[in-house]
């Protein structure tokens, strides 16, 4: 009898302990990338879940809204303050105007919703000045952060969400897998309501996945993702899924300036230069015996329709401003974050000498801007920032340090 109640208490014990251990790593993971808050999902829909901070009923009165594109490109990992920061200044928003700042994504719940309205995260109670980790939302006037979790073309075709989409102040794209964004959001309503909140110069932002789907030419991952050595080794493997396809189809979400771009993040964590490279040597069109196949751009720097791929470190963001053709943009980054906390601006000289499938890539002349300080700089054209020369011979980046 003994025996049976110390077995009992014990068993209690060990799943007390077990969800005290769950929780515990709920709250890590959800301070570290975002994904959980612990709010409420008031859609009342099992199609989608809606998660609500502050008072998304006050109607903004933004007396100076946006007259140019804002964009942000956000490398991963943990969120850049300042980067959101700007895109609640950029959009208008003042601390008695109001703003309505909307964060969609394919998986996860609500974990940006503390991190961008209050100023004490995780803590969630303060809306004073913020502090480190925090962007302090509502000391900037936001009224609202709402999280829409979008994981299906019903739910991105659903009337309300796009209703709450369309009134955005500002949006943000969660990282995550950017193949559910490709599944779920292409060629939907949703769609839609972010290419008519991108012509009314809505700020528009995305981290890691979030980031990829911004460019024209998107790496979807809709096989799964793919290292450096696989993309060198077959530019056209079957991880290699660039999107659209074919590449002269219309892009999914094009943010103005990255009509010819490509992007990636996690770049130096992740080592992902040598399959940046190959994404943007996809690119660029046969011309003889030069270029790879379905490409359409020019592999020549100076012509205007020339590749461009950009790659940014983790916890490292670029902010772009201004319409296509005469945009500017600043390179921002978390203090103390690790790594290099560079964004890098890449461009062809010349087309790939080899470009094939089953064969390794060969790109000779491939300039990299390697952007490491906060100085504004003339996104539109790179002409006058330094550059080194890298060169890709039988698929091997050789003697270049990034």
Excluded at 29 to 44: E, L, M, R, T
Excluded at 202 to 231: K, N
Excluded at 295 to 301: D, F, N, P, Q, V
Aim: charged share 15%; aromatic share 8%.
């Amino acid at each position: 009898m003994h025996v049976a109640l110390f077995r009992q208490h014990a068993l209690r014990l060990v799943h007390a302990l077990v969800a005290a251990i769950a929780l515990v790593g709920l709250q890590a993971h959800a301070g570290s990338d975002k994904i959980s808050g612990g709010g409420k999902n008031v859609s009342g829909k099992t199609s989608y879940a809606y998660y609500v901070t502050g008072n998304p009923e006050l109607t903004p009165v933004i007396r100076k809204k946006p007259s140019s594109p804002s964009t942000v490109l956000m490398g991963g990992d943990s969120d850049v303050d300042a980067a959101f920061r700007w895109m609640i200044d950029r959009a208008g928003i003042t601390q008695s105007s109001g703003g309505r700042f909307v964060i969609i994504r394919a998986t996860g719940a609500d974990g940006y919703n503390c991190y961008v309205y209050y100023s004490n995260y995780p803590t969630c109670t303060s809306t004073g000045t913020a502090q480190p980790g925090s962007v302090g939302g509502a000391a900037l006037g936001l009224s609202s952060v709402e999280t829409l979790v979008i994981p299906s073309p019903d739910a991105a075709n659903d009337a309300k969400v796009n209703e709450i989409v369309g009134r955005a102040n500002v949006i943000w794209i969660a990282g995550g897998d950017q193949s559910d964004y490709y599944k779920n959001w292409r060629g939907t309503a949703l769609e839609q309501t972010l290419d008519q909140a991108r012509a009314r110069n809505v700020p528009i932002g995305g981290t890691s996945a979030g980031m990829m789907i911004l460019p024209r030419f998107d790496f979807a991952a809709l096989r799964g993702s793919v290292t450096s050595a696989q993309a060198l080794a077959d530019p056209f493997n079957k991880y290699m899924t660039i999107e659209p396809q074919p590449l002269a189809q219309p892009g999914f979400i094009v943010a103005p300036g990255l009509e010819t771009a490509i992007v990636d993040a996690h770049l130096d964590e992740r080592d992902r230069m040598g399959r940046l490279m190959t994404f943007m040597a996809r690119l660029v069109r046969s011309d003889g015996a030069t270029g790879c196949a379905g490409g359409i751009l020019s592999g020549t720097a100076n012509a205007q329709d020339a590749a461009r791929a950009i790659g940014l470190a983790i916890q490292t963001a670029l902010l772009i401003e201004g319409p296509a053709g005469a945009q500017t943009a600043v390179r921002v980054s978390n203090p103390g974050a690790p790594g290099t906390n560079a964004a890098y601006l890449l461009r062809p000289s010349i087309a790939p000498e080899t470009c094939v499938p089953g064969s390794p890539l060969t790109m000779r002349g491939i300039t990299v801007r390697k952007i490491t300080d906060s100085q504004p700089f003339n996104f539109s054209n790179w002409d006058s920032l330094p550059f080194k020369e890298a060169q890709i011979v039988n698929g091997t980046l050789s003697n270049f340090s990034y």
